[in-house]
Nanobody
Framework: QVQLVESGGGLVQAGGSLRLSCAAS????????MAWFRQAPGKEREFVAG????????YYADSVKGRFTISRDNAKNTVYLQMNTMKPEDTAVYYC????????????????????WGQGTQVTVSS
């Protein structure tokens, strides 16, 4: 059974930075693409960033491109999201997710393609 545990959320002022971490267990971490999604109150869950299983390719939502960076350490079974120059509209619960298919050479943005999810971590950006 896969377990994903996020950490690193909190309150930050606009323009500030946070780093989220997601520790995975339960199956071979290095075989699966990973992604971060977020959900703001009253809105649907949206794709934020993704990284292929070996870390060779990364993908970002237009709204975070140039400000957020996704990375992974397969030796530590952990994926990260570095968030810089944060904006109030980044306020949301952030979830990490693991692709339901192994060794995909791309990152898919549809939430339905991910079969394992963390519990979420709250990120609040004050103006």
């Amino acid at each position: 059974q896969v377990q994903l545990v996020e950490s690193g959320g909190g309150l930050v002022q606009a323009g500030g930075s946070l780093r989220l971490s997601c520790a995975a267990s339960g199956r071979t971490f290095s075989s699966y693409a990973m992604a971060w999604f977020r959900q703001a109150p009253g809105k649907e869950r949206e794709f934020v960033a993704g990284i292929t299983h070996r870390g060779l390719r990364t993908y970002y939502a237009d709204s975070v491109k140039g400000r957020f960076t996704i990375s992974r350490d397969n030796a530590k079974n952990t994926v990260y999201l570095q968030m810089n120059t944060m904006k109030p509209e980044d306020t949301a619960v952030y979830y990490c997710a693991q692709d339901g298919s192994r060794w995909r050479s791309i990152v898919v943005r549809a939430a339905g393609e991910y079969d394992s999810w963390g519990q979420g971590t709250q990120v609040t950006v004050s103006s």
